[in-house]
């Protein structure tokens, strides 16, 4: 999109969005503009014409979606559009009809999921919660919770549906988000003639109090059969939700140590036990020129999901080696010495500062929405505004205006006791694990109603943890060095004249260098790329193999050091 037509109005307490680069926000020069009529608040920007509608309910939403889009190749089609799109919420005709083949339809793609591990453990989790917190319910939906239990309870779901759609869809739960070439005053007025009629009820906000976990929950211990071959362990805290905090940015802070790879970290020293395999030279096979260890662990991940307002909850995710699943305990024993290891380091400002600086040089948010302008990707560039409204305003954690664009993806307050404060729920008191294996395979006595996942659940107490905890081997743990690829200059330099393509600046023998610089997107990140011509990698299916197989190693084997690149 070369001529982006930024309109011009008076500014107001939204017009100036925080951005993490500054080529973003000046090429732009987006202005929001808050509506406010009747109850309805609806949000303005310009681009190219697209409108999502978000909707603050929980119930049937598999019919009334939270967020519906309507999007237009060409400004002439947009009021049509616009017309049809706000009908939905004036007057929708939700039809007999209609309503089986939206069921029919929630079915199907819940046969889909059936079979899926992540979903599986997802609904796991949730089962084993309190039975009388909306976080314990079933998910989606399929035939027999939307027809056939509904009709033997006397209950037609359409009729259901509409009542859901009087109660909950009222302007003043609801956000509207236009994008559109044209300027701010004919989107207004667009927005006045197409949508003012959407009824108000002044429904109150859904809001679900408390933790879903009550103590019957913590301290134990899930084994699941998985779908899928391997071994995984998970595990969990429930934690106050770090929304609230979002310039603090707490579990970013922690999800980056507990998650980091590089020496001395859990994932780390992980990889680095085992035995010892040794690895023979074909000329000298009498003799092992190297040992390789076959490790504990293939990943780890960490940070927050399945949060809210009320709640939410901290997790570590751990894909195990064969030789890992056998060692569970010395895994969660050496993940809390880490946890310690923190709690004793403190919480470090120049830890802080660095995920600062890569939040800025990072596209989370801001390079999502530039190439949704630029390259015309409607639905990813409303994503990054729709995201941004939280319809639970009385809770006081709405994004305010200049942080819009941003959301969370930009820490900015080094506040070291909200951190501690997340850091100090990590606990073996407050701890729930999963563990999925089909090793368990006939080794269960339980099954999950919704998915038929079959699993077992034993207590594990805080005696246990601390026991694990006392003969886990001794590791080398300690905090990440400085990662000193992160700059700290972020100027974008001048390119002289514009370059369409690469120019070569040095050839040899053996190689070319090429170079071309960035004069489309202005961002403050160089990439490298090098290319190997190995003619002899793709001469049969086996040297296809080698290759891929010598490819995965490599890549592994410069996991610590290349950690540090990929994070910028």
């Known amino acids: 999109m070369d001529d982006l037509q930024v309109p011009t109005a008076t500014p107001t307490a939204g017009e100036h969005l925080e951005s993490d680069t500054e080529a973003v926000r000046s090429w732009r020069q987006l202005v929001i503009f808050t509506l406010q009529r009747s109850g309805q608040r609806s949000t303005i920007a310009s681009c190219r014409s697209s409108s999502p509608a978000e909707i603050n309910s929980k119930d049937l939403q598999m019919f009334c979606l939270k967020e519906m889009y309507f999007g237009v190749e060409g400004v002439s089609d947009a009021r049509e559009t616009h017309a049809g799109f706000a009908q939905f919420f004036i007057s929708p005709l939700m039809s007999p009809d209609a309503t089986l083949r939206e069921i029919k339809a929630v079915h199907s793609e819940n046969q889909k999921n059936l079979l899926s591990d992540v979903w599986r453990m997802s609904q796991l989790q949730k089962h084993l919660s309190s039975r009388n917190h909306p976080y314990h319910k079933f998910g989606t939906g399929n035939w027999n919770t939307l027809e056939v239990q509904p009709k033997l309870n006397g209950l037609d779901t359409r009729l259901e549906l509409i009542k859901f759609y009087k109660k909950y869809y009222s302007a003043n739960l609801m956000h509207l988000v236009v994008y559109a070439r044209e300027g701010l005053d004919a989107i207004q007025s667009l927005v006045e003639q197409k949508f003012c009629d959407i009824q108000n009820s002044g429904q109150d906000y859904s809001y679900f109090p408390g933790q879903p976990c009550s103590s019957e929950h913590l301290q134990i211990l899930a084994k699941a059969v998985r779908i899928k071959q391997g071994h995984i362990l998970r595990v969990v805290w429930p934690i106050a939700p770090s929304i609230r905090n979002y310039k603090e940015g707490p579990c970013r802070y ?15 020293v992980l990889k680095q036990l085992g035995v010892l395999i040794p690895v023979f030279d074909m000329a000298d096979l009498l003799q092992p020129v190297l040992s390789v260890g076959i490790g504990w662990a293939l990943s780890l991940e960490a940070g927050e999901g399945d949060w809210s307002l009320e709640f939410s909850f901290f997790s570590v995710s751990i894909e195990l080696t064969d030789k890992g699943h056998e060692h569970i305990e010395d895994i969660v024993g050496i993940l809390f010495r880490y946890i310690d290891l923190l709690q004793n380091s403190g919480v470090n400002k120049w830890i802080f ?11 989370v948010t801001s390079t999502l929405c530039f190439l949704a302008f630029k390259k015309g990707e409607v639905l990813v560039g409303l994503h990054c505004f729709t995201g941004t409204f939280n319809p639970n305003q009385k809770d006081g954690v709405n994004f305010p205006p200049e942080d819009w664009l941003v959301r969370w993806s930009l820490p900015s307050n080094f506040v070291p006791s909200t951190i501690q404060t997340i850091l100090d729920e990590l606990t073996p008191e407050n701890i729930r694990m999963f563990w999925e294996s089909k090793n368990f395979e006939g080794c269960t006595d339980s099954v999950e109603p919704w998915y038929g996942t079959s699993y077992s659940v034993e207590k594990v107490t805080v005696s246990i943890i601390k026991q694990w905890i ?25 390119a002289q004249e514009k370059v369409k393509y690469p120019i070569l600046l040095r050839t040899s023998s053996f190689s070319r260098l090429w170079y071309k610089p960035d004069t489309m997107f202005s961002m403050p990140k160089a990439y490298i790329k090098v290319e190997f011509n190995c003619p002899q990698s793709i001469v049969s299916p086996e040297a296809e193999v080698l290759t891929y197989i010598f490819t995965k190693l490599l890549i592994d084997y410069l996991n610590e050091y290349g950690k540090h690149l990929f994070d910028t």
């Open 470 to 494: 006392a003969k886990a081997p001794e590791v080398d743990l300690h905090l990440p060095k400085q990662n000193v690829f992160i700059p700290s200059d972020l100027t974008i330099k001048n």
């Open 254 to 268: 922690l999800s980056h140590l507990i998650g980091h790879e590089g020496e001395g970290s859990v994932f780390f």
């Open 353 to 363: 500062d660095e995920r600062v600086l890569f939040a800025q040089v990072s596209e």
